[in-house]
């Protein structure tokens, strides 16, 4: 069965420091993966997708994310966080095999906190 | 250009009503997508358009859900009768093709009392 894990309810981190968010994923063919944030009373927003090719893929803000394949995961990192990265973020994955649908499996979410 | 357009943005019935929910894909978007988020749990899919037609509704959870895209430009959510484990926020996503990234509306809060 596909599944998403996001193991962090929550990440804190300093303003100007790295930041790590955790996402790892189980499917039975190529995996397609996305990262999307949600701010406050919003929709989701695409962040960055890895689909084929290089395994660091860079995104929007200034985020990136790390595909590896070994330990099925698909961080997503920034360098340095700013306080208006606050927000909750969402991976997902698409089963490349999974025929003419469209679904994605998304993780439980994880809220960034920045603080200044 | 506009984005994925969804109202209402929030709806509050009581148990046994009926309440229908609105998606507006963006313009030439054949892939229409509904999603949900219940009780700050992950977000599960419904169902899939490509243009009018339903191409996966494995995820739509029982038949008081009906989806429609007449004419595959807007979509329809109805939930008849509404009971309270619907309450939720509803989105709805369009993409290009189903493998480019789905552009998600901001979603209605459903509230059944």
């Known amino acids: 069965a596909q599944s998403v894990a996001q193991p962090e309810d929550q990440v804190n981190v300093a303003e100007g420091n790295p930041l790590t968010v955790k996402c790892t994923y189980s499917?039975?063919?190529?995996?397609?993966l996305f990262w999307y944030v949600q701010y406050p009373n919003r929709g989701l927003q695409f962040l960055l997708k890895?689909?084929?090719?290089?395994?660091l893929v860079k995104g929007s803000y200034g985020f990136e994310a790390e595909f590896n394949k070994s330990q099925t995961s698909f961080h997503l990192k920034k360098p340095s966080a700013l306080v208006s990265d606050s927000a909750l973020y969402f991976c997902?994955?698409?089963?490349?095999?999974?025929?003419?649908?469209?679904?994605?499996?998304f993780g439980q979410g994880t809220t960034l906190q920045v603080k200044p | 250009e506009a984005g994925v357009t969804q109202f209402p943005s929030h709806s509050v019935i009581e148990k046994g009503q009926t309440v229908t929910l609105r998606c507006d894909p963006i313009?030439?978007?054949?892939?229409l997508y509904w999603y949900r988020r219940v009780m700050g749990k992950e977000i599960k899919f419904l169902l899939h358009?490509?243009?009018?037609?339903?191409?996966?509704e494995s995820g739509m959870p029982n038949n008081r859900f009906l989806a429609e895209r007449t004419g595959g430009t807007y979509s329809t959510l109805k939930v008849q009768p509404a009971e309270l484990e619907d309450s939720g926020v509803y989105f709805c996503?369009?993409?290009?093709?189903?493998?480019?990234?789905?552009?998600f509306g901001d979603g209605t809060r459903l509230s059944i009392l």
């Open positions: 996503a369009s993409s290009q093709s189903r493998n480019q990234p789905q552009h």
């Open positions: 499917v039975s063919g190529n995996p397609y």
């Open positions: 890895y689909i084929t090719g290089d395994n």
């Open positions: 997902a994955v698409r089963d490349g095999r999974s025929g003419n649908t469209g679904k994605l499996i």
């Open positions: 313009s030439g978007h054949d892939n």
């Open positions: 358009f490509v243009k009018e037609s339903k191409q996966d």
